[in-house]
C-alpha cells in the first residue's frame, strides 16, 4: 500500500528535533534521513502507515522494551514464503503526538544510522566503463 506524503511530512516533523529531515519515495513508502543518514522509513505493512525506527544491536532492546514491533516483512523464495526483517522498529505509540515525546526515540534511531555508516564496508569506486574497440574485419577477397 502506498503512504501519503501528508503521513511522511508529519513524521519529518516529528523528527525535526535531529535536523533537517529529508523524504525520498522507497518502494510504497518513504525513506527519512538527515545529513544523508537513514534514520527512519515511513511504511504500511498491512497494519497501517507506520513510522519505523533505525535500531542496532546496542539500542533494540529499548525498542523492545517499550512494545515496539520490528519490522518483518513476507519475502518469496521460490514455492516457499520467508519472513525477513530488517532493523528497523515501530515507534512508540505515546511518542507519535509531539515533537518531544519523540525526541529520544529519534536520538536512538540516530545513534543506530551513525553506527551503521561506521562499521559499513567501503564500496570501491565505480570506474568507467572502457572504450568499445572496433576492429577491422578481414577482407574477404
Known amino acids: 500500500m502506498t503512504v501519503p506524503r501528508e503521513f511522511a511530512d508529519f513524521c519529518c516533523e516529528l523528527l525535526s528535533g535531529l535536523g533537517q529531515i529529508q523524504a525520498r519515495r522507497m518502494f510504497g513508502g518513504w525513506g527519512l534521513s538527515v545529513d544523508g543518514l537513514n534514520v527512519a522509513i515511513v511504511a504500511d505493512l498491512g497494519d497501517g502507515d507506520t513510522l519505523w525506527l533505525k535500531a542496532d544491536n546496542e539500542t533494540l532492546r529499548q525498542f523492545e522494551a517499550a512494545g515496539c514491533r520490528r519490522f518483518t516483512y513476507p519475502m518469496r523464495r521460490g514455492d516457499a514464503t520467508l519472513l525477513q526483517s530488517m532493523n528497523y522498529y515501530s515507534a512508540p505509540e505515546d511518542a507519535m503526538d509531539v515533537t518531544h515525546a519523540m525526541a529520544p526515540w529519534a536520538r536512538l534511531a540516530l545513534h ?27 577482407s574477404q577477397g
Do not use: L
Not at 553506527?115 to 577491422?136: D, E, N
Open 112 to 138: 543506530s544510522a551513525v553506527a551503521a555508516r561506521a562499521h559499513a564496508v567501503p564500496r570501491k569506486p565505480r570506474s568507467a566503463p572502457k572504450p568499445v574497440r572496433k576492429t577491422a574485419r578481414p
